[in-house]
Every structure is written in structure tokens, then in C-alpha cells.
């Protein structure tokens, strides 16, 4: 259950989106919470969504529950950085490198002109 990451984030890492997970901070950048900040409270993987903090509708019996935003409407603006993720950032950004580096070189001069006689 990804999510993208804030453009500065894109930038620092050269990955494009992220799996969401508990503790990351996002902001909602569609639908009714618009606009709205906070960190991940719960992944729920069973029903798509995750719960964000202070994002909370009251009940009719007066308390309070989350409310599930899907994860394609948030954008991840701090991630929860261990190991794992640092290792995942880090094959990531080696992928990305070698497409670039390969980006463009796919046929030479020589090549075409081989075709052509």
C-alpha cells in the first residue's frame, strides 16, 4: 500500500513513492481533509486505508473513530527511517541511477548506418 512521496523527498531519495507505514507523516492532498497534516496512525490493509492523527469524526454516541483516507490521496512528507527502508531507498536510487545512465544509449551513429546500406 504505497503512497508518493513530497517533491523534496523525491529529490533527496530518486524514488517516486514509498510504502506507507505507522508513524510516517503525510498531508491529504485530495477530498474532504484536504490540506490536512498529520502522522499515520494505523495501516488498516484490510480495508485499504490508513488512519491519520487528528482526523476524527465523532459518533452518534459521542466518541470519536478514525476515519480511513485511501493512500493515493496522501503525500508522505517525513518518513520513519530504519534499516530496512534506508536499504529499500538505497536499491531504489541504484535502479533509478542505472536507468539513467543507460537512458539515451540505446542506438549509435554506427548502428542506424549499418540499416541503411
Known amino acids: 500500500m504505497s ?3 513530497s517533491t523534496d523527498l523525491r529529490q533527496k531519495y530518486s524514488a517516486r513513492s514509498m510504502p506507507v507505514r505507522k508513524d510516517d507523516e503525510v498531508q491529504v492532498v485530495r477530498g474532504t481533509y484536504k490540506g490536512r ?9 484490510k480495508k485499504w486505508v490508513i488512519h491519520i492523527e487528528r482526523i476524527t469524526r465523532e459518533k452518534v454516541n459521542g466518541s470519536t473513530v478514525n476515519v480511513g483516507v485511501h ?3 496522501v503525500v508522505i512528507t517525513k518518513l520513519k527511517l530504519d534499516k530496512d527502508r534506508k536499504s529499500l531507498l538505497d536499491r531504489k536510487a541504484k535502479g533509478r541511477a542505472a536507468a539513467d545512465k543507460d537512458k539515451g544509449t540505446k542506438f549509435t551513429a554506427d548502428d542506424i548506418m549499418q540499416n541503411v546500406d
Open 3 to 5: 503512497a508518493p512521496l
Open 37 to 45: 497534516e498529520g502522522k499515520v496512525v494505523q495501516v488498516y490493509r
Open 71 to 73: 493512500p493515493s490521496k
